[in-house]
């Protein structure tokens, strides 16, 4: 299974970076997401309840 990992970080900055509205502490989040490695940020998003399935590359999408 392969993960779009750019699209998974972009989401995961625009989650954190919505949620330093109501919880400042969220920008220590934002830091680790963006200094994440790919790996790294398949485990925030796990803990954060993303739906991995909604980022895998289908081979469809890789054949276009």
Do not use: C, Q
């Amino acid at each position: 299974m392969e993960i779009d990992i750019e699209r998974l970080k972009e989401d995961l900055m625009s989650y954190f970076g919505s949620a330093m509205e109501v919880f400042p502490i969220a920008v220590m989040d934002l830091g680790k997401v963006e200094k994440a490695t790919p790996l790294e940020l398949i485990e925030i998003a796990r803990e954060n309840k993303f739906d991995l399935n909604n980022y895998v590359i289908s081979s469809y999408k890789k054949e276009r």
